[in-house]
């Protein structure tokens, strides 16, 4: 299912269902919208059971094998520990081409948030 949606002099924003998604195949299609697209998205999924792992994560916080309860186990290039996703959650993935306010980069991450 797609859905358009724009505020008054706002850019469109194109919101997408996607179901029930591996993990890694979510990944992969934020990295080729990113590359290939212009426009601004929100991802609507649910995850197959994976636990993620972030940047700062340690095996030693996983308190089960992901096997013995049918998920994956992922890295992500995100900060953080160990979180778990699974069917019934709803996650958002909002792509958005955000004006330059700071220079680019971090800077301007840091000038949305």
């Known amino acids: 299912m797609a859905e ?14 996607m179901g029930k998604v591996r993990y890694r195949d979510a990944l992969a299609l934020q990295q080729a919208i990113n590359r290939f697209e212009q426009g601004n998205y929100l ?7 994976v636990y993620t792992m972030g940047i700062r994560a340690s095996l030693d916080n996983l308190n089960i094998e992901p096997e013995k309860v049918g998920a994956e186990l992922e890295k992500a290039n995100r900060g953080g520990d160990i979180t778990f996703h699974g069917p019934g959650q709803l996650v958002g993935y909002p ?19």
């Open 43 to 49: 991802l609507l999924l649910e995850h197959h059971p």
């Open 4 to 17: 358009s949606s724009t505020l008054s002099g706002e850019k469109e924003l194109q919101i997408r269902w």
């Open 95 to 113: 792509l958005l081409q955000l004006d330059s306010k700071r220079g680019g980069g971090m800077a301007d991450t840091a000038a949305y948030v």
